[in-house]
């Protein structure tokens, strides 16, 4: 059993900044593997950035490499997205998701648990 909360979304300007927060309970993340997605309307949902369990490896979407940034807090069992000069196709609703392995994937298919999504907007 596993609950993901995110926060952090909103409205911004290409080329501002935003830190998307992914609260974990009932598991430990620095156990088990942890992704961002996001999908836009109309658009499938597409991965955006993934961490390992165990030896931190990171992943990232070709779209969003250089930009964003994940990364993981241990002691408050939280994973962050750092977004930096974002830009209008950026604009998404984000997912934090969570697999019970520490193998990460960009497959979303393979991620078990999901959160309820936030909202990021930048405008041009």
């Known amino acids: 059993q596993g609950q993901l909360v995110e926060s952090g979304g909103g409205l911004v300007q290409a080329g501002g900044s935003l830190r998307l927060s992914c609260a974990a309970s009932?598991?430990?993340?620095?156990?088990?593997?942890m992704a961002w997605f996001r999908q836009a309307p109309g658009k499938e949902r597409e991965f955006v950035a993934s961490i390992s369990g165990s030896n931190g490896y990171r992943m990232y979407a070709e779209s969003v490499k250089g930009r964003f940034t994940i990364s993981r807090a241990n002691a408050q069992n939280t994973v962050y997205l750092e977004m930096n000069n974002l830009k209008p196709e950026d604009t998404a609703v984000y997912y934090c998701?969570?697999?019970?392995?520490?193998?990460?994937?960009?497959?979303?298919?393979?991620?078990?648990?999901w959160g309820q999504g936030t909202q990021v907007t930048v405008s041009s």
């Open positions: 998701a969570t697999r019970s392995s520490s193998i990460a994937s960009r497959s979303s298919s393979i991620y078990n648990y």
């Open positions: 009932g598991r430990t993340i620095s156990t088990y593997a």
